[in-house]
């Protein structure tokens, strides 16, 4: 980017190369990306490597992208969430039982997940079991005949 264009790579361009490399399963690239940059890794740069590993089973490699996490965000508890379920892939117990306690004596906390629709122009919010919308029986229900209707087309084929 410099030699050809004179532009300075910024934290953005190397999280999509990351990104990138990981989903690809170039994890040596990826890594050498990751010690070559001008900066520090951020969340966005672990993130990417350690979804990557998860899709291409390196969980020595996501272990290592989740320790990273965790020392961003030690409260986090997504992060550590993630950190100990690749130690109970890699059989690593006691590990599971370390994470899990320190995220309960820091109280840690976790951001549920978020979803947007737009209907009519109008933007509607949602977030994991949440179930203060008015409309929310209907949606559930709109969601069962939808999942219910997939699972009988799977069945005929």
Not at 64 to 87: C, M, Q, R, S, W
Not at 115 to 134: A, C, G, M, R, T
Not at 136 to 153: A, F, M, P
């Amino acid at each position: 980017m410099i030699q050809e264009y004179g532009i300075e790579p910024q934290i953005e361009h190397y999280g999509c190369l990351i990104d990138l490399l990981g989903r690809a399963g170039r994890f040596d690239e990826a890594m050498e990306v990751v010690k070559g940059m001008s900066m520090e890794p951020d969340e966005v740069v672990w993130g990417s490597l350690l979804n990557g590993c998860k899709v291409h089973g390196r969980n020595d490699l996501a272990e290592f992208a989740a320790k990273n996490l965790v020392e961003f965000d030690p409260h986090n508890g997504g992060y550590g969430t993630v950190l100990a379920n690749i130690y109970g892939e890699l059989g690593k117990w006691d590990e599971v039982r370390n994470v899990w306690r320190t995220l309960k004596q820091q109280k840690s906390y976790k951001i549920p997940g978020c979803s947007w629709i737009e209907v009519d122009d109008q933007v509607h919010q949602f977030y994991s079991l949440d179930k203060s919308n008015p409309k929310i029986e209907e949606i559930y229900n709109i969601l069962e005949s939808l999942v219910g209707s997939r699972n009988k087309v799977m069945v005929e084929f």
